[in-house]
């Protein structure tokens, strides 16, 4: 089945310092969603990307829906303690299904 | 965005009883809604698409006498997990599509943790 490369698996940071993380596939996906997971809670969606190439901000967070449509980046610029939790990237398959293909997600530590 | 609760949030049963999770879409009207396993330090498992109307489709692995779909109007999906054993004790999640303009979005629901004794 289709499946999603998300890395790094985890990261260790100091706060204030940017994070990246990214997601690739070998197949095209339509759409790109980045969740953010906190311990015993749902994921909570924190961007979605609906176009190639398409760069989307929310707040200190920036994702970006590669050209080829096989990858996503999240990044979070100036981290604070509350970044802490597990960030999954999620993708819409091509093929009209509405299920989506999830990473195996990053965990991230800031050390304030 | 949109809001998708669940109901309850935690659970404990005893082995061989049935178990109801409610998953409700708040403020829109989610024809599709989905339902996910999760293990400890694991990604999100997806178990079942609920179709509102019709019956759910499963995936591959999941037992659908086990897990028993029902999403008899456009807010409302319940998972009813039936004579629960220990193994069954998880992390259960759902979700819902909200459709916009450009095209739509899955929200997730705050969870339902199951604890089989």
């Known amino acids: 089945g289709q499946q999603l490369n998300q890395s790094p698996q985890s990261m260790f940071i100091q706060e204030g310092e940017d994070v990246s993380m990214n997601c690739t596939s070998s197949?095209?996906?339509?759409?790109w969603l980045w969740y953010k997971q906190d311990p015993g809670e749902g994921p909570v969606l924190l961007i979605a990307l609906y176009k190639a190439g398409e760069l989307t901000s929310n707040g200190r967070l920036t994702a970006q829906f590669g050209i080829t449509r096989k990858d996503s980046f999240l990044n979070i610029s100036a981290s604070i303690p509350s970044d802490v939790g597990i960030y999954f990237c999620?993708?819409?398959?091509?093929?009209?299904?509405?299920?989506?293909?999830f990473g195996k997600g990053t965990k991230l530590t800031v050390n304030p | 965005g949109a809001v998708v609760s669940q109901h309850p949030s935690w659970v404990i049963c005893k082995s061989g009883t049935s178990v109801k999770i409610e998953c409700r879409s708040l403020?829109?009207?989610?024809?599709?809604m989905f339902w996910y396993r999760q293990f400890p330090k694991q990604s999100l498992m997806l178990m079942a698409t609920s179709n509102e109307g019709s019956k759910a489709t499963y995936e591959q692995g999941v037992e659908k006498d086990k897990f028993l779909i029902n999403h008899a109007s456009l807010t409302l999906s319940t998972l009813t997990v039936t004579s629960a054993h220990p193994e069954d004790s998880s992390f259960y999640i759902c979700s819902a599509n909200a459709y916009s303009a450009r095209s739509y979005e899955q929200y997730f629901g705050p969870g339902t943790r199951l604890t089989v004794t």
């Open positions: 999620a993708g819409q398959p091509q093929g009209g299904s509405e299920k989506l293909v």
């Open positions: 403020d829109f009207q989610a024809t599709t």
């Open positions: 197949s095209i996906f339509n759409t």
